[in-house]
């Protein structure tokens, strides 16, 4: 593998205090370090990635690491729906 060698700045860097986050990049309720597509469920009190929306029906936010687990019990659900009615 191979690795980039650090320069001697960039190894100062490393033994430098850790800065103290704005209150912009924290998030209000967790106090984790918010990215650009991290928001704050009120329902779950939990911080989601990719967040879309709290499901009432699985009890869960619906966000980056489950969006397609969701479409797949949609789909499945209206075709069970769809094959009943027929």
């Known amino acids: ?45 939990n911080c989601v990635e990719g967040f879309d929306h709290h499901c009432l029906f699985i009890g869960n936010c619906v966000g980056q690491r489950n969006h397609s687990f969701f479409l797949v019990l949609l789909f499945s659900s209206a075709f069970l729906c769809f094959s009943i009615a027929i």
Do not use: G, V
């Not at 100062?12 to 990215?35: D, G, M, V």
């Open 1 to 45: 593998r191979y690795t980039k060698s650090r320069t001697s700045q960039e190894e100062a860097n490393i033994f430098e205090e850790p800065t103290i986050l704005s209150p912009q990049e924290l998030c209000h309720t967790c106090q984790l370090k918010k990215r650009p597509n991290l928001h704050h469920c009120s329902m779950c009190n």
